[in-house]
């Protein structure tokens, strides 16, 4: 049997990334499932702020080209 650990998906170590010439390199397990954290009632709140400008901003820009 080979001692080829890392390739374990049962494995919860969390294994540094190796690095190339063009920087770290992620495996698909330790780059997936990104998470928002919104901890405060402030960055909430400016969270929902931004997606509702973005939505406000669409709008006058479709109405603004006709």
Known sequence: MSDDRH??????RRSQPAYSEDGPV????QAR???????TRTRRIIFI???VGILVLAVVVRFAIG
Not at 7 to 12: C, L, V
Request: glycine fraction near 16%.
């Open 7 to 12: 390739d374990d998906p049962g494995d919860d």
């Open 49 to 51: 702020a931004g997606l």
């Open 33 to 39: 499932q990104g998470e928002i954290i919104l901890r």
């Open 26 to 29: 992620f495996s698909a397990q």
